[in-house]
């Protein structure tokens, strides 16, 4: 996605509309979507890139295929 395009929306906006988007493949049963979507979409942005605890957290949760798990961490995500 253009950057530029990315920077126009605000930080919240932005955030809701990742965390819409892996929610969706979540509800779809699909994990392995859902974390990759929710990280590359977070980490475009400068404001919104994850901290090393939350990606090192999500990997567990990914091994462990907890999608309950990785619901709550982007859920709690601000």
């Given at each position: 996605m253009?950057?530029?395009?990315?920077?126009?929306v605000?930080?919240?906006?932005?955030?809701?509309?990742?965390?819409?988007?892996?929610?969706d493949?979540?509800?779809?049963?699909?994990?392995?979507?859902?974390?990759a979507?929710?990280v590359?979409?977070?980490n475009?942005?400068?404001?919104?890139e994850?901290?090393h605890?939350?990606?090192a957290?999500?990997?567990?949760?990914?091994?462990?295929?907890?999608?309950?798990?990785?619901?709550?961490?982007?859920?709690e995500f601000?």
């Amino acid at each position: 996605m253009d950057r530029s395009v990315i920077a126009d929306v605000p930080r919240d906006k932005y955030v809701e509309r990742c965390k819409q988007r892996a929610f969706d493949y979540l509800n779809r049963g699909d994990l392995r979507s859902a974390v990759a979507s929710f990280v590359n979409n977070m980490n475009a942005r400068p404001d919104c890139e994850l901290p090393h605890h939350f990606a090192a957290l999500g990997v567990l949760l990914l091994m462990q295929s907890d999608a309950l798990g990785w619901k709550a961490l982007i859920d709690e995500f601000r």
